[in-house]
DNA sequence: CGCGCCATGTTGTCTGACAACAACTGTGAG
DNA sequence: CTCACAGTTGTTGTCAGACAACATGGCGCG
């Protein structure tokens, strides 16, 4: 145990030397390679061997990190010759690290369609539980003026309580998905220099006009609410000209 | 090398030991239990060493097909304890097996929303390629008349190329998502029985009208004639109550 | 009855080996 | 000189055994 604790303060990759994370950190740490173009698709990745000297890990350990990027179909494994990343577009795969403004751009528009599309169907299906939590996260929103990580989380929560209300168990999940890889995306619409009280309150105010008009049952108001809010929350992460401009 | 083959021919699980699809089969095979209720929300399955035994196969196997699983957020691992099966909801997981009429009537709604939205965007969006590709997807579902399996397939190719063309990489995404996982959804919108020879000419017929309005670039054409597609598809898999009563 | 200890069981990781491929090099024949 | 085949080396996929790090259950003592 202390041998392994010395060996842990070794270098740079002592943390990827820690216990039961050591498969998640190195895939983690390879899909950071990989998306800073360090392996370019089509390359080929270090072999497993080189990979245990590198991260101090077992080969077993190695593997199960291989296999979660190819889970993810980040990577595809060729026996004999070797791993190799794969090319883009092989899985739904959402911008992780430091979005472009035109993939920025390219999840703002799905949302738009499907948010909108929600906020309909919401205003169409709620019960009392649906509007009580939506309420609860535009409260929590409210209190959290000031913070911005707690306004994010909030707004999140508002977002996901809406698409719980569409009663599409399909529609919940892929608003899920959507806000927990947007939660970068999300935090972009806030100035990440400072609080901005005045876009705080415009925000808020948005929040309010989409729970108003889905608890007036009111389908059109409410997908009218979601995309002026959708809308300028793009205005206000730069995207406005990106979004128009979609399509090379 | 014979040895293993006798070992091969031993039992009902003979294709289960066939070498590197292993761990994929073994998944589905636990996959499939979990789904049809044998183990289910919250039950352990059976020790790795269990599995090891039943499946003829290394525990490095086994536990592939665990990971497989578990990345899928269909089970959860603790250390020492076992492996549970995870509660539903964990994921954007698609009805693979067996959906309900409320799953698929579900799965349609959202497919209504992005997919009628993506065929406006790919009328305003497409190039020559993506021309050429829905063209091809087109032809190649004309062809397959007679053959259900190989017009599912040109059915999908014909909906992925428009996604393509929308020109937005996170619909292409999400759309192929959609598509893949409702392969047996879409197969549903065919009689599993016979060949329907009028129900195959109308859903040409439909594609054709999509493919026309998108190489007319009129946005609202292709909307509606993909909207009109998606609807009669499901109405012939009988989901026409189901989708108007979504909500309970 | 509650807590601590011990034995047993289970997953996570390590090590070494072999199987099944892939890639490369060298040699011989046409 | 070119091409095909054989051999060698390298890499991933699977197997087996071991130990680490947990979890669970039972028993004994205060």
Same mark, same amino acid.
Request: charge should be negative; include cysteine; hydrophobic fraction near 30%.
């Given at each position: 145990?202390?041998?392994?604790?010395?060996?842990?303060?070794?270098?740079?990759?002592?943390?990827?030397?820690?216990g039961s994370a050591a498969p998640d950190v190195i895939a983690s740490a390879l899909e950071d390679e990989i998306a800073r @173009?360090? +392996?370019p698709a089509?390359?080929?990745?270090?072999t497993e061997r080189e990979l245990? /000297?590198?991260?101090?890990a077992s080969r077993a350990t190695i593997r199960e990190a291989i296999s979660k990027l190819k889970h993810?179909?980040?990577?595809?494994?060729?026996?004999?010759? @070797?791993? +190799?990343v794969a090319r883009p577009d092989n899985s739904f795969r959402m911008?992780?690290? /430091?979005?472009?403004p035109r993939?920025?751009?390219?999840?703002?528009?799905l949302r738009m369609i499907v948010e909108t599309a929600g906020a309909a169907r919401a205003a169409l299906?709620?019960?009392?539980?649906?509007?009580?939590?939506i309420g609860e996260a535009l409260e929590a929103m409210r209190r959290a003026a000031g913070d911005r990580a707690a306004t994010v989380d909030a707004d999140t929560t508002f977002h996901l309580a809406i698409a719980r209300a569409t009663g599409n168990r399909y529609f919940n999940d892929f608003v899920r998905l959507l806000e927990t890889s947007l939660r970068t995306n999300v935090a972009l619409s806030y100035s990440p220099a400072d609080w901005d009280e005045e876009q705080f309150q415009r925000n808020y105010s948005e929040h309010v006009a989409i729970l108003r008009a889905i608890e007036a049952r009111d389908a059109e108001r409410a997908r009218a609410a979601m995309l002026i809010h959708l809308g300028t929350a793009a205005d206000d992460a730069g995207l406005t000209e990106v979004l128009s401009n979609l399509r090379p």
């Open positions: 145990m202390s041998e392994r604790n010395e060996r842990g303060e070794a270098g740079a990759d002592a943390a990827e030397r820690r @173009g360090i +392996y089509d390359s080929r990745l270090p245990c /000297a590198r991260f101090g993810d179909g980040i990577v595809r494994s060729r026996r004999g010759s @070797g791993v +190799y911008a992780r690290a /430091a979005p472009t993939e920025q751009a390219e999840i703002f528009e299906r709620w019960d009392e539980d649906d509007m009580t939590a």
